[in-house]
């Protein structure tokens, strides 16, 4: 095991309601990640389960984190995450939240309504293009957030996700099945898993594109869209306005946030 001088390592968690992301941060680089599903129940014993054999595989000692920082959409597993940290890395977690010092001003209705992952994500985009900037998070919701040309994060969109949509059409219609979410070779479909497919596809796409079109006209000098989530790769190679696809978006926010935290402690 490492000793205290030797914490070299930072632990950067992003917890959606479907997967939970884990990254290791060393020197501000990012050498290992991984997902585990999100499942409300977990306990903390079943996180060090699972952790230590992923941390082992990877040669990585926990006696060498710093800090572990948390985003989580997930208040039940609050707990379990709390207990997993001090077990495994030996130290408190630091949860982002409304209230947490992003340097990022929030000028929304009720502030702590707000996501923490939609936060830390506006956050990063904003540091790494400026700004006014969206993020599209194809995530189990499909979300659009929106920072303002004096770098406010002004609010945004929520619409319901392109998997669980599809889910829904899955479960409810009695002659219909699951299908890929793919983009198919024509928009008109010659057979039910084709025609499935195009709606799906053109569909989510046809409501992304439309929904940035409209913001681009609300926002003057909004030029830049950052796309991240699970299927942010398959939209935005047919869309006219996403810009950019980041799938390390939320763990590089919370990487400048924690560095503000410690700049902050060491002034």
């Not at 956050?123 to 770098?151: K, M």
């Given at each position: ?36 599903s ?12 699972l ?7 990877a ?80 995530g ?92 942010a ?9 996403i ?25």
């Amino acid at each position: 095991m490492s000793t205290g001088t030797d914490r070299d390592l930072l632990i950067l968690v992003d917890v959606g309601n479907t997967n939970a992301v884990f990254g290791v941060l060393k020197e501000n680089e990012l050498i290992y990640h991984f997902r585990l599903s999100t499942t409300a129940r977990r306990t903390a014993d079943e996180y060090v389960a699972l952790l230590l054999p992923l941390l082992q595989r990877a040669g990585l000692d926990p006696g060498r984190v710093e800090a572990v920082v948390i985003s989580s959409v997930v208040p039940p597993l609050h707990f379990a995450l709390e207990q997993m940290s001090r077990q495994v890395f030996g130290c408190e977690p630091m949860f982002i939240d409304a209230h947490t010092d992003t340097g990022l001003p929030l000028r929304y209705d009720h502030p702590a309504e707000v996501g923490a992952d939609r936060i830390v994500n506006a956050l990063a985009a904003r540091e790494l293009h400026g700004s006014p900037v969206v993020v599209v998070d194809f995530g189990t919701a499909t979300t659009f957030d929106v920072v303002n040309g004096e770098g406010e994060y002004v609010g945004g969109l929520i619409t319901p996700g392109i998997s669980i949509s599809s889910e829904a059409l899955f479960a409810k219609a009695s002659r219909l099945y699951r299908v890929e979410i793919v983009q198919p070779k024509s928009l008109i479909g010659s057979n039910t898993e084709g025609a499935m497919q195009a709606g799906i596809f053109y569909g989510f796409l046809g409501q992304v594109d439309g929904i940035l079109a409209r913001l681009k006209l609300e926002m003057p000098g909004l030029e830049t869209v950052i796309a991240t989530g699970g299927l942010a790769e398959l939209i935005a190679s047919a869309s006219n306005h996403i810009d950019h696809v980041d799938q390390m978006l939320t763990l590089t926010g919370l990487r400048l946030i924690y560095q503000r935290s410690r700049h902050g402690l060491q002034e």
